[in-house]
């Protein structure tokens, strides 16, 4: 399966909650980081956790792929979220991530911020 492909079957597990297609999705220790590579989740009993914890919060929130392209086994692709609550009030989320499929799995997932306001602390 080609990244893309694998982003699109994770994209369809997420809006239809299904957790277990998610986990099925990801290796063992796949590691989830942000910007600067802070890690914010690593192995699959926390990308269970996070995403469970999640959809409760946000019952609403749909997951859109938007442009793409992928080099070898590295996806890059802007994501939109839908019905992301914050403050009580639903809104949408615009990201940047970079993915890394391994034998059509996710191992590691890289999200950056689109509003980083320092850009001094980038580099």
């Known amino acids: 399966m080609s990244p893309i492909e694998v982003m699109n079957k994770m994209a369809t597990a997420f809006n239809n909650k299904d957790v277990d297609a998610m986990m099925d999705l990801i290796t063992d220790n796949c590691i989830m980081q942000k910007d600067r590579g802070e890690v ?4 699959k009993p926390s990308f269970r956790e996070f995403y469970s914890s999640g959809m409760k919060q946000h019952p609403n929130m749909k997951l ?3 442009e793409n392209f992928s080099v070898g086994s590295v996806l890059f692709v802007h994501e939109i979220n839908q019905g992301y609550v914050v403050d009580g009030k639903e809104t949408t989320l615009d990201t940047t991530w970079v993915y890394q499929v391994v034998n059509g799995k996710i191992a590691l997932m890289h999200y950056f911020s ?3 306001k320092n850009v001094g602390d980038v580099f």
């Open 114 to 116: 689109i509003d980083y």
């Open 40 to 43: 914010m989740l690593a192995g």
């Open 64 to 66: 859109e792929l938007r």
